[in-house]
């Protein structure tokens, strides 16, 4: 979703702020805009479309001269994608600029008495507001309008804020949005993330809600509502830039997808001692709980879904699962004996964290599985489980997928340990399988060269079903997303015996039936399933098991994956599906890394 930059230092702040911008493109957005602060002016330029159209509007314009500024990616919420639409906005006297991620629910009351008292709009966001509020109250201290402006907001806001008064300061404050402030030698930052300025410093503050930062090039102040002074931590990114570039590789999707083998060993080896799995360092006692709740949106509610079968089946304790935006709304029965796992890479996806504040207020406890450290959620829950899958940029998430179906699975083997459910030999062999998932991985790989020859030969399809039973079919949920959102090629995944039930009534010759048959204690059922379609004259492409001899008779093209116990097996059945999605979207020239309408983070409802 938007993406947000400020600079403030001795160099080209124009150069600065449109390479943060390029780098903050992964986020999904329909325009882009900088303002520039020169002395006691600012200069804006915005543009619909790529951030290359405003790089080379920027280029045109020789008023973006300056060392102070502010930029944005916007995904539109309130007002069509249009130039006039994009940020920043400025108020009408040119005073202030700012950019701002998140929704102002009460725009439309603000905005209509600024209309009263004469104010005039450009455009239809409720961003504007801000900045004509900031205009409205200014009264030569910005600082003690930034407060009285914000106080006046309902809903969700990271803001960037540039004033012709303060030449070389930038300010920002935020609610319920992500921002965090980069600190550099002789130049300082604020971005909604790290990519936007990793490439020039790895210190970082995290700006917390209802804080604010007044930021110069030496200096970084942050201030309650009180104007009174908050000391913060900085904290140092490990990643290493390359981790944010493609390195090579034609897409982000493809360099993830090759990365899971790394990912995995990262969040898997740290929670592993003398053979076991262990995450007694949490402190979660386990027994005080009587179900387990497990919530998020999209892939991540997938992964979970895979952690429902797996914990229920090791630690025999009731598991549900629940979309966070359902979840949040739906008044579910919880108390302080339901332990909630809520699933997010990014941290701040905002039906999740919703459905966290719901259950919390329930009493129940929220462990959070997250990638990104020190967002929102990793911040609000009671326990935070971290996936070391490093920075995902492409949209559709694959590495951040299988670190978060690792961690539930080691998150399963330790609580059945701990519940006694399973014994020292069971948790030893269980951890093994774990701990061979980044081996597994890397062997699955090679079927990269097999799975682009098949996607060749299938990119074609208007619609594509992936069927599967139990664990498989978690994983046909998560292999069909994957598709459908970088190919834009209709799938469906279904539980394969409820194909009878309605669905088979769509399977006709030609129809592409992945079928995935890597649970193999249900291998009888699922191949009774893929005879159903086939009699029907769909072509089934198969995932199975290494050695399963059986599956060649039945399906039109095989792939196989290595072996290992049947619990543990959806972190690397996933890779296959994977490449297929990235293959198909490549072949029908998609925009893989950034398909239409989708953004990166979820930060609005
Ligand atoms: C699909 C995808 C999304 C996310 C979902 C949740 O490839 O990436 O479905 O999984 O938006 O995002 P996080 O995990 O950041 O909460």
Redesign the pocket.
């Given at each position: 979703m938007c993406g947000i930059i400020g600079f403030t230092g001795s160099g080209d702040a124009r150069e600065i702020i449109l390479d943060g911008l390029k780098r903050l493109e992964y986020r999904g957005y329909d325009s882009a805009g900088i303002a520039i602060q020169n002395k006691n002016e600012i200069d804006m330029v915005k543009a619909q479309g790529k951030v290359d159209n405003l790089i080379s509007l920027s280029n045109k314009n020789n008023k973006l001269d300056g060392h102070c500024g502010i930029g944005h990616t916007r995904w539109a919420t309130h007002g069509v994608p249009s130039d006039v639409n994009a940020h920043p906005h400025m108020s009408t006297d040119g005073k202030f600029a700012i950019v701002h991620n998140g929704i102002i629910e009460n725009y439309a009351e603000i905005k209509s008495k600024l209309i009263e008292k004469g104010v005039k709009f450009l455009s239809e966001t409720d961003t504007e507001v801000i900045v004509q509020l900031l205009d409205y109250y200014y009264d030569g201290d910005l600082k003690k309008t930034l407060v009285k402006t914000t106080s006046m907001l309902e809903g969700s806001y990271a803001i960037g804020v540039l004033c012709a008064d303060y030449p070389g300061t930038i300010f920002a404050a935020k609610v319920a949005s992500p921002l965090i402030i980069g600190v550099g030698v002789g130049e300082n930052y604020f971005a909604s993330d790290i990519t936007a300025f990793v490439s020039r410093t790895k210190n970082v503050i995290d700006l917390d809600d209802y804080e604010f930062a007044e930021i110069t090039k030496d200096k970084v102040t942050i201030f309650d509502h009180n104007f009174k002074e908050i000391k913060k931590e900085e904290r140092k990114i490990t990643w290493d830039v390359a981790a944010a570039e493609k390195s090579g590789y034609e897409h982000f999707m493809l360099k993830e997808i090759m990365e899971q083998p790394a990912a995995l060993k990262a969040t898997i080896e740290p929670r592993v001692k003398d053979g076991k799995v262990n995450f007694d360092e949490l402190g979660i006692d386990i027994k005080k709980y009587d179900r387990i709740l497990i919530t998020?949106?999209?892939?991540?509610y997938y992964a979970g879904c895979v952690g429902r079968d797996v914990i229920e089946k090791l630690c025999r304790i009731h598991v549900h699962t629940e979309v966070a935006s359902e979840l949040r709304y739906r008044d579910p029965i919880i108390d302080e004996k339901t332990l909630v796992l809520v699933i997010?890479?990014?941290g701040e996806?905002a039906d999740?964290i919703a459905a966290i504040k719901e259950v919390q207020s329930k009493g129940a406890d929220v462990v959070a599985i997250v990638n990104v450290v020190g967002s929102t959620i990793a911040k609000l829950a009671n326990y935070t489980i971290y996936t070391w899958a490093g920075p995902e940029i492409a949209?559709?998430?694959t590495k951040?997928y299988t670190t978060q179906v690792a961690v539930l699975y080691m998150f399963a083997v330790w609580a059945a340990f701990k519940l006694g459910r399973i014994d020292e030999n069971k948790m030893e062999e269980y951890t093994s399988n774990i701990v061979s998932l980044p081996e597994r991985a890397q062997r699955t790989l090679d079927l990269n060269t097999r799975v682009k020859k098949l996607a060749d030969k299938y990119h074609e399809k208007q619609s594509i079903f992936f069927i599967g039973r139990y664990l498989d079919y978690a994983v046909c949920l998560e292999g069909s997303?994957?598709l459908k959102?970088i190919s834009y090629i209709h799938s469906e995944a279904y539980a394969a015996g409820e194909l009878k039930h309605g669905t088979i009534a769509l399977i006709e010759k030609g129809r592409l039936v992945v079928s995935v048959c890597c649970y193999e204690p249900l291998l009888d059922k699922i191949i009774s399933n893929i005879q159903q379609v086939k009699a029907r004259g769909a072509q089934v492409l198969a995932l199975a098991i290494e050695g399963n001899k059986k599956i060649f008779s039945e399906a039109d093209d095989v792939l196989l994956v290595p072996k290992a116990n049947e619990l543990f097996m959806a972190a690397v059945e996933i890779i296959p599906l994977q490449l297929f999605a990235y293959y198909v979207a490549k072949n029908n020239k998609c925009d893989i890394d950034k398909p239409k309408n989708l953004a990166k983070?979820?930060t609005v409802e």
């Open positions: 998020a949106c999209g892939s991540a997010s890479q990014s996806t999740t949209v559709a998430t951040g997303l994957k959102e983070s979820v």
